[in-house]
């Protein structure tokens, strides 16, 4: 990370700004299995009312689009790569959508964060 990033990752995580997202890691927090699949079985049902977090999961399991977005190595978070391939290829597919910034703004209103900081930035 360059020192101009660095110090930005200071200055936000210093003030109170509302732009500083706390990071909770749930990766190590076992679902419980009944749960998971009584809604696997619901989605499987009805997939026309796929939510975001779906079509998300289910655009990142893809082998075909991880030229365009990819899951980080830890799992924990994802990575736009190409935003140019996500705009042709991936959004006309799974959203009505074909503006990168309502991409973003939908993304934002589920509770996702980019982070800016760290060996995560620009990952959400």
Do not use: T
Request: charged fraction near 25%.
């Amino acid at each position: 990370m360059n020192k101009f990033k660095m110090d930005q990752c200071k200055a936000a995580q210093n003030s109170n700004r509302s732009e500083f997202y706390f990071y909770q890691d749930w990766s190590n927090v076992p679902p419980n299995s009944s749960d998971v699949q009584a809604i696997k079985r619901e989605l499987d049902l009805h997939p026309d009312a796929w939510k975001l977090p779906v079509k998300l999961n289910k655009i990142l399991a893809n082998p075909d689009y991880s030229n365009a977005i990819e899951w980080l190595p830890h799992g924990r978070s994802w990575r736009i790569k190409d935003k140019k391939k996500l705009l042709n290829k991936v959004l006309p597919r799974y959203f009505q959508i074909a503006n990168f910034n309502s991409f973003i703004r939908l993304v934002n209103a589920w509770g996702f964060r980019r982070i800016k900081c760290g060996h995560d930035s620009d990952s959400y």
